[in-house]
């Protein structure tokens, strides 16, 4: 029974994650329906479930929210509902987070928790916020001038919060005007001013005595939805044509405008984007002629049913909207279906756990040489990677990509391919090393990715100099590999100075297989990352007309691929043991970082995609712990715990991890 233990844990982990993939049951309102239905924005076709965890992510950092004082949680769609339909009630909800003092008392915001209130102290309304933003928009200006290394701790946070709020406010004008109280009689009183307001604005163009009343009466609704136009929100009026593009989507606001002025007209009209007589006339001649899209009707029924708390005209309206655009875009609601369980099940989410998991089984059996302990973890691990696996696919099914478009997914990448070496290198090493480096990289690049998760959509659009799926799976992945390799390379060179210096276990067996492991990965490394540094080179002739051009990014590649043949050069040439070998690949580590993001902190050159300063600190902070590790390694071997320390017959360094006394020591095979 004892051998199934392991066996038996990785399937009841493997079935929590599964259970997440069950759809929620919807009691009332069908919101799950909903949140399938599809819409553009970011520039892609995407669920409205994947609009509403991504914009609660960004402005919250959560995808739920739970309100002190307030019993449950409510989702991100049923969030969504509300900013879109009920935004009276979202708009005393507490979504925003604000930590900085300074940034609370320009609102006048209370410092500390107040539980009589429901105040955490941390989370606040719109309603508390809306009188002074104003105020408040100031200080934004300033900060966006500046650099994103330069920006003080309260900068930072103003333009946090400014995003935040400027996402909040796109989406309450996805359906409807702000402060709209009726939007379903809005748009009826709109469309019957439709006739006499075009005919009133084209007899004044011709010069002719006009119905000012009635001009006035459209030109009051034109300039709300131009309002709203201009507020940017997604876009969720398909065309009138099915056969028409993507591009051809609306915006609300566009698509009411339509069928009495068009926005260019309209913003001739107010002096903000001038245009020529000639067109301006066919403007005029054009005005009042385009029927009202059959997609707005749907959602004033929705808009309705939902403010009325009419449940069953609600999804009734779900149900003959989803019939409209069952034809002309049944890919993308499957499509969308499919985004909205990824997104539920989290994938990466539950292997962050299991990784961690499986991390502290290996601390006890390294603690107490527990075998079941090591056999759990080994299975949890597996157990972790097929789920970090099914979650890399998906994203690639989703998008249509090979695994690495972005930053985010660079970091999913990257903590795959390590979990993967440490896996073969588990293989041959039974000692649990490889377990533990796995394991280590996979949570901390997973919490990476979720951290990068927080400022965009992570299926966002590419721009057009990477829409290439050959280079993609070519240069990128391969190159990627070689930034997980090198990474796998400095942790396991990570344990063996640890290891040596603060414990007595690196004796003369475990400290050769470290070294062997980083050897062969080091190996693997520098092939992966100099063919993926001329794949570049080759990518970058055919789109830029150069092979090489001293690019940021360019430079940080090449550094890594020297830094590795360094190394190895180094180490078959005797100019480093076993020591300083472990030293210089623990350099591999931070050659690796500026590479990867410190390359996109400098916001300058032609890779400078994902730029990003949020992680200037956790950066620097993490070279500064391999320095300080690289300099442990520096202390006399004579004061290594390891080599001080014998074993009660004194003859010789005591048991490595994962060595029993007595039992013969581990190998590769």
Known sequence: MKRWIPWIIAVGALGLALSRLAPPADRGFAVSDFGRL???????????????????????????????GKEGTLDAMSWLLE?????????????????????????????????AVHDDGKHYAWDQLRDAFPKFREQVAPAQKKEGSTRTPYEQAVIRLNNAVTLYLRLQNTVQPM?????????????????????????????????????????????RFLAMQDMEPPLVVPPHHPEQEHDNWMRMGEALLESSFPVALLKDLV????????????????????????????????????????????????????????????????????????????????AMVIYIGAFLLVCAYWTGFWELARRTAWTLVGAAFLIHTAGLLSRMLLEGRPPVTNLYSSAIFIGWGAVGLGLLLERFWRNAIGLAVGSLVGFATLIIA???????????????????????????????????????????????????????????????????????????ATLFSFTGTVLGGIWADQSWGRFWGWDPKENGALIIVLWNALILHARMGGLVRDRGFN???????????????????????????????????????????????????????????????????????????????GKPRPVAA
Request: proline share 6%; hydrophobic share 45%; charged share 20%.
């Open 83 to 115: 900013v879109m339909f009920r935004p009276e009630l979202a708009d005393a909800r507490r979504v925003f987070r604000i930590d900085h003092p300074d940034v609370k008392a320009l609102f006048e915001l209370p410092l500390q928790p107040d539980a």
């Open 179 to 223: 402060l709209g109280k009726d939007f379903p009689a809005e748009v009826a009183d709109y469309q019957a001013s439709i006739p006499a307001g075009v005919a009133a604005f084209q007899a004044k163009e011709r010069g002719v005595a006009f119905d000012t009343n009635a001009l006035a009466q459209v030109l009051k609704h034109c300039q």
């Open 38 to 68: 599809i819409v553009v924005f970011n520039g892609r076709v995407q669920p409205f479930d994947s609009v509403a965890r991504n914009s609660l992510l960004q402005i919250r950092g959560k995808q739920s929210l739970h309100e002190d």
């Open 271 to 350: 002096g903000e984007e001038p245009l020529p007589q000639a067109e301006v006339d066919r403007l005029v001649a054009q005005a009042g002629t385009v029927p009202m899209n059959p997609s707005i009707s749907h959602f004033t029924k929705l808009d309705e049913a939902y403010r009325a708390g009419d449940v069953a005209g609600f999804n009734r309206a779900i149900a003959d909207y989803r019939a409209t655009l069952a034809m002309p875009y049944a890919r993308e609601l499957t499509k969308a279906g499919r985004e909205t369980v990824f997104y539920r099940a989290e994938p990466f989410m539950s």
């Open 583 to 661: 030293q210089l690949a623990i350099g591999g580590n931070i050659v690796t970082s500026w590479s990867w993001f410190g390359t996109n902190m400098l916001n300058v050159g032609l890779h400078s995609y994902g730029f990003m300063d949020a992680a200037f600190k956790w950066l620097l902070a993490f070279i500064c712990f391999n320095l300080v590790i690289i300099a442990l390694g520096f202390v006399p071997t004579v004061n290594w715990r390891s080599f001080r320390a014998k074993p009660a017959t004194g003859k010789g360094p005591g048991p490595g991890p994962g060595v029993r006394p």
């Open 450 to 524: 979720h951290q990068l998760s927080l400022s965009e959509d992570t299926m966002i659009m590419m721009r057009a100099v990477l829409d290439t799926n050959f280079w993609l799976a070519t240069h990128v992945t391969i190159v990627t590999l070689g930034y997980a390799a090198t990474y796998v390379a400095g942790v396991l060179a990570l344990f063996y100075v640890v290891l040596g210096v603060l414990t007595p276990v690196l004796d003369d067996g475990v400290s050769k297989s470290l070294t062997r492991m980083v050897y062969g990965i080091v190996c693997f």
